[in-house]
């Protein structure tokens, strides 16, 4: 498995932009599928965005696409969440996941982050 540590969260207005990345440690990072789940206070967590393991692929939930974009660098085993336009609702706590498989938008991941908070303030 592969340990995962997720940065780059903090507070922005609305409209503004926040990228956070996601270092992960171990030999096989190039195997896995990577994602961004997020949650918000009484909510379930859920899907933001996937990259496959070579980086070749890339899905979006629909309230992010255009806004969001995911891409890694498997040579500085890293994933990166680049958020423009942010808005209120992306208010949530952002988490780094790992799959040793392909993408899927369910919390079906081997691996987990501890999280890093996003506070969008209007």
Same mark, same amino acid.
Request: charged share 20%; net charge positive.
């Given at each position: 498995?592969?340990q995962?540590?997720?940065?780059?969260?903090?507070?922005?207005?609305?409209?503004?932009?926040? %990228?956070?990345? !996601?270092?992960?440690?171990?030999?096989?990072?190039?195997?896995?599928?990577?994602?961004?789940? %997020?949650?918000? +206070?009484?909510?379930?967590?859920?899907? #933001?965005?996937?990259?496959?393991?070579?980086?070749?692929?890339?899905?979006?939930?629909? *309230?992010?696409?255009? %806004?969001?974009?995911?891409?890694?660098?498997?040579?500085?085993?890293?994933?990166?969440?680049?958020?423009? *336009?942010?808005? +209120?609702?992306?208010?949530? #706590?952002?988490? !780094?996941?790992? %799959?040793r *498989?392909? #993408? #899927?938008?369910?919390?079906?991941?081997?691996?987990?982050g501890?999280?890093?908070?996003?506070?969008?303030?209007?």
């Amino acid at each position: 498995q592969v340990q995962l540590v997720e940065s780059g969260g903090g507070l922005v207005q609305a409209g503004g932009s926040l %990228r956070l990345s !996601c270092a992960a440690s171990g030999r096989t990072f190039s195997s896995y599928a990577m994602a961004w789940f %997020r949650q918000a +206070p009484g909510k379930e967590r859920e899907f #933001v965005a996937g990259i496959s393991s070579r980086g070749s692929s890339t899905y979006y939930a629909d *309230s992010v696409k255009g %806004r969001f974009t995911i891409s890694r660098d498997n040579a500085k085993k890293t994933v990166f969440l680049q958020m423009n *336009s942010l808005k +209120p609702e992306d208010t949530a #706590v952002y988490y !780094c996941a790992a %799959r040793r *498989s392909w #993408v #899927v938008p369910t919390a079906e991941y081997d691996s987990w982050g501890q999280g890093t908070q996003v506070t969008v303030s209007s």
